[in-house]
């Protein structure tokens, strides 16, 4: 039986890294994540790929990811960086999973995470709340849109989101 992909889609510090190695530990899927993928590619952070080469480059780097990830991954868990979701092939990649959040809970999350200065330096897009913010609202309804399913995961633990995930892919 082929197992098909998840690919994990939300807003930047929802939580989709941490939902995938929780699913990976309950399961028999591995994990890859878009942003450490283009990482290695590129040699470098995404907040350097941010400031030396900006983000149409960056995005464009997710646009070959998303390519390479058709062509090559089979029976993984995917999460991706918060504007993969925009990729054209998403849907040939896998099942797409949106884990849902209000901007509010993402950021309480974040401050709370015990390495949290290195979550919010990582995120080149959340140095700027009131930007960061205007992004969220622009991407709810399209995250929604492309989503197969949607997981609500702001009073969550991953536990709690594995189950729901695991309950609503079979």
């Given at each position: 039986?082929?197992?098909?992909?998840?690919?994990?889609?939300?807003?930047?510090?929802?939580?989709?890294?941490?939902?995938?190695?929780?699913?990976?530990k309950?399961?028999?899927?591995?994990?890859v994540d878009?942003?450490?993928?283009?990482e290695?590619l590129?040699?470098?952070k995404?907040k350097?790929?941010?400031?030396?080469?900006?983000?149409?480059?960056?995005?464009?780097?997710e646009?070959?990811?998303?390519?390479w990830c058709?062509?090559?991954?089979?029976g993984?868990?995917?999460s991706?960086?918060?504007g993969?979701?925009?990729?054209e092939?998403?849907?040939?990649?896998?099942?797409?999973?949106?884990?849902?959040?209000?901007?509010?809970a993402?950021?309480?999350?974040l401050?709370n995470?015990?390495?949290s200065?290195k979550?919010f330096?990582?995120r080149?897009?959340?140095s700027n709340?009131?930007e960061?913010?205007?992004?969220y609202n622009?991407?709810?309804?399209?995250?929604?849109?492309?989503?197969?399913?949607?997981?609500n995961?702001?009073?969550?633990?991953?536990?709690?989101?594995?189950k729901?995930?695991?309950?609503?892919i079979?």
């Amino acid at each position: 039986m082929k197992k098909e992909n998840i690919i994990l889609i939300g807003f930047m510090g929802v939580g989709k890294g941490t939902v995938a190695r929780a699913l990976v530990k309950q399961s028999d899927y591995f994990a890859v994540d878009t942003d450490d993928l283009i990482e290695s590619l590129e040699n470098k952070k995404i907040k350097k790929i941010f400031e030396q080469d900006g983000e149409p480059y960056f995005r464009a780097l997710e646009k070959k990811c998303a390519l390479w990830c058709e062509k090559n991954i089979k029976g993984s868990i995917i999460s991706t960086g918060g504007g993969f979701y925009k990729q054209e092939n998403l849907k040939k990649i896998g099942k797409v999973i949106y884990l849902q959040s209000t901007f509010e809970a993402i950021l309480e999350g974040l401050k709370n995470a015990p390495n949290s200065k290195k979550k919010f330096k990582k995120r080149p897009l959340l140095s700027n709340l009131e930007e960061a913010k205007k992004i969220y609202n622009q991407r709810i309804k399209e995250y929604e849109k492309v989503a197969d399913i949607i997981i609500n995961v702001e009073d969550w633990d991953e536990n709690k989101a594995v189950k729901k995930i695991f309950k609503a892919i079979k």
